[in-house]
């Protein structure tokens, strides 16, 4: 610019002073400042040189924002637009606000993300950052005494708007600078989850930003805020600059694992039919509305009939006459307008998430007869173009399907069962081009039609050995190792000649039995075959979330925002490796427990001749709660398979069970919840426990599981030895600890790290931890070398082979470890850590057993676990008795004594109760000795989650 100068100068000419204005009326502000240069990943918000990419906005609700006609929508946008030039200018690479006018706003919408900036404000200016549209992360003037009473002492970083108990109102911490100088800000936005650091210091953990936009509605019809929606800078009462605003969009594979809790979602289900015309239905959901409503298969597009009449039920319901009669284009253009008028219907009641059922594989026709899908193949054009199916496959739906590995069909059920006779039941290849594109097109109009996501059934059916899947598991074994790795480790030579390993049919592997008793023996040798069938399985499994990624994909993209997928990965025994990894893409997970003798729903069974038996799905949820990495929890429980009509009645639900069940889902679960049926729910539980969960929803927000006790419940062992040994003792204990009202967590490879495992003061290994990698390996050793005796190692079989099934000695183990037996009582396993453990026993558990049988217990720590502000104790009475047509009351259990161990140096100062049941809200009288506090219950009807407030002190 210098050079410029110094020549117009000595020229003196007019073109030259001509040109010199032109220069420096339209070129001075790219001079003047550089275009920031963002860190890797992120993507500039401002350029430092203009306005380009932000439009003038206001509080408005981004929902509706969408809703206006294009015409209105337009107009306001000019008009705010407008506004904000006349307050808002580019100074010096800044952005600058006078203090007034309407808000800068982003012009692209944004879901997950991360965002970093800078600011600078003055005294009594007071701005924001909204989120989606939605207010607002705070800047304050920290040190204006005319808002100390809205809590501007406190700083920066809060999230002013959440109601004034939620976490995240206030910031944790004072950090903010002094005036005239820059505050750096990181905001990391995952789901409705906000965490905020303000100049390095985190100020919001993780906090569920409320939807401001829904104040008013009743607490039932709040909505959570939108899945996507644009950042908006508000400034208002002094100036704010602005520098430095990057962001990185989040795909949901990077998020960290996610460990806060979630308030407790109420969950029904609903597989009858006729939904679409039954005002009776409606009726019953607008006066008890769920958060989470599943229906049957009331989407427009049956994944396994094609457009039929039928809706409700899922693949065992509803297959065989009028259900399954085709509809013409016009008529399923009719039922298309009926769903959309029942998910609204349903929206405005107060349902926050409606899904449809879809099964991941089912196809239900002949092929011969070309009757049920086959039927809708072969008139597949006439809905091609008015539905966008996109052209028919070449291959016939017979093509389809999955193959074992000599390849014949593979089939899950019975080949032609009584609800689909004379049709059959097909299963499908998800690596099948032709499958996913029908899949995609039944998703894609389930999120036209409104719906918020789908129910994925069968997701662990995935077990073929077609072409199409040995063509993916080349592609698998391709991207995850280099060629000189698959020369090493195949017998094949190059990576075209490689497939599936044939041992790892599921019909071939006596290992992978589902029963709950341990195989006596392996039937693949460690080494080179065990690690084959491994890559196989977790092929099939990473691929099958991979699909589903796709689903979602397809969903997100034809509906209004995030479209969520709701897996169901079986019971525990049969799938524990799964949910983490489906975590990576489902929004809620399904826990199937169908249950045995006894059945599987939570309650006392008293059977005519048979000592009385409490059921529980404790352990069931602490478990999915702990891999569940932000994922929701769900639990299916059921009276049993195979039993008698009468004895199934006598151990189903009733009212008051289901009220317990969702007791227990409150106190287990973490945020989940447990399916509900209309039937169940006569006497009104969702909306009770709704309408609890909404008032009281700071006991059960941001918290994490606390307990003195660590038990490593490795899931993926499945993968390392293909039998599950590890499983299965570790339900065992999980299930004995429960019942005995022991306080303990569960610690998984996502969350397995040195930090997690210094929180507890002993740390159980049970049988079966025989794979693991080098890391895991020396991060077991680098903690009972720094904590000797806290590490307690049960039978000898730990760590024995390595990631590749290749033998491992534990001799190779030095540091100081102790030894338990592989098997033994829940009694004889904390006896022994006791001892060990010497003067600390007296902190793993209640050491006089005061808890009786029927009731159960479970804590969280709200803020820190080592160091919390309030610890959440939550107690079930388990004793309500089952049986479908009994009214019997709970057994209520009178002037319950119970003591708690407590964290190490912490002192509790008070202590209050808090229940859905009226006059339960009370003090609570306690005594603390040391690390151990007693407290006495007057009365525990069901259910309560009493407060503990305390602090720590010095040791």
Known sequence: MLFIKSNLHRQQTPAACLWFVFILFFLQPLISASVPNPPEGFALLFNGVDLTGWRGGSTYDHREWFDLPEIERARLEAEWTADMHAHWRVEDGELVNDGEGKFATTVSDYSDFELLLEYKTERRADSGIYLRGVPQVQIWDYTDPAKFDRGANRGSGGLYNNPEADP????????????????????????????????????????????????????????????????????????????????????????????????????????????????????????????????????????????????????????????????????????????????????????????????TMTIGGRDDHRTGFWEFYDHWEEYEKAFGLGPRPKD????????????????????????????????????????????????????????????????????????????????????????????????????????????????HLAALNTSDTPPSDTPLIPGEDLYLVKLAWE???????????????????????????????????????????????????????????????????????????????????????????????????????????????????????????????AAFAGGGGIRIIPEWDAQGAIRTWRHFFQEYGHLYQGTEVWAPIGVIAFGEQFFNGLDKAHIVALRAIGKGFAENGVLFDLIHEANFSLERLRRYRAVLVPPGVRGLSLPQWELFQQFAKENPGRLFIMGDDFGTLDETGLQRALADFPSPFVSLPAHGGVQNIIQNMSHALGHTAHSLSDPEGSLPPGVGINAFALSDAERPAHLMVHLINYNVPLGKKREDPPLPVENLEVTLPLPSNWIAQSITAFSPNPGENLHIPFEQQEDLLRLRVPRLEYYQVIRITGHPVSP
């Not at 006779?421 to 690596?431: K, S, T, V």
């Not at 427990?593 to 939570?602: D, L, Q, W």
């Open 168 to 359: 995240g109102r206030y910031p944790r911490i004072l950090a903010d600078k002094p005036f005239g100088q820059w505050n750096a800000m990181r905001i990391l936005m995952v789901g409705e989850h906000v965490t905020v650091w303000l100049n390095g210091k985190l100020v919001v953990d993780q906090a569920k930003l409320f939807n401001f936009h829904d104040r008013k509605r009743p607490s039932e019809a709040q909505r959570p805020i939108p899945e996507r929606g644009p950042i908006q800078l508000q400034t208002h009462g002094g100036e704010i600059r602005w520098r430095n605003l990057f962001i990185r969009e989040i795909i949901r594979d990077e998020i960290p694992y996610q460990h806060k809790t979630e308030i407790p979602l109420t969950y029904m289900r609903d597989y009858s039919g006729g939904h679409l015309d039954d005002e009776a239905f409606f009726q019953t959901i607008e006066a008890n509305p769920p958060e989470l409503l599943v229906l049957g298969k009331d989407a427009p597009l049956h994944h396994n009939w094609g457009p039929v009449a039928g809706t409700g039920g899922e693949n065992q319901r509803f297959g065989q006459g009028e259900h399954i009669r085709r509809l013409s284009p016009a008529e399923l253009h009719r039922k298309i307008g009926k769903i959309r008028a029942m998910v609204n219907r349903l929206h405005a009641a107060g349902v926050r998430w409606v899904m449809p059922y879809i099964c």
């Open 396 to 507: 016939d739906p017979r093509d389809w399907m999955q193959q074992r590995s000599d390849g014949s069909l593979q089939t899950y059920y019975e080949w032609t069962p009584d609800y689909y006779a004379p049709n059959r039941r097909w299963a499908a290849c998800i690596h099948h081009p032709s499958w996913k594109q029908h899949l995609s097109n039944v998703v894609r109009l389930a999120a036209e039609a409104g719906y918020d996501g789908v129910y994925m059934d069968n997701n662990r059916s995935v077990r073929c050995f077609c072409p199409y899947c040995q063509t993916a598991f080349r592609e698998y074994l391709a991207d995850r190792f280099s060629p000189e790795e698959i020369r090493r480790t195949f017998p094949s030579e190059s990576l075209e000649a490689i497939r599936l390993y044939p041992d790892a049919d599921p019909f």
């Open 539 to 665: 092929f099939w499994t990473d691929t099958k979330v991979d699909f589903l990624k796709d689903l979602k994909a397809v969903g997100t993209s034809a509906g209004r925002g995030e479209f969520h997928i709701f897996a169901n990965t079986t019971a525990y025994i049969k799938g524990a490796y799964e949910p983490s990894r489906v975590s990576a893409v489902a929004s809620f997970n399904q826990s199937e427990e169908n249950g045995g003798r006894t059945g599987a729903h939570p309650g006392l069974v008293d059977l005519p001749g048979q000592p009385p038996v409490i059921n529980r799905r404790a352990f069931e949820f602490k478990f999915n709660q702990a891999v569940a990495n932000g994922m929701r929890v769900g639990m299916l429980t059921r009276a049993g398979h195979g039993l008698p009509s009468a004895v199934a009645q006598s151990i189903d639900q009733n009212p008051q069970t289901a009220f317990l069940s969702i007791a227990e889902s």
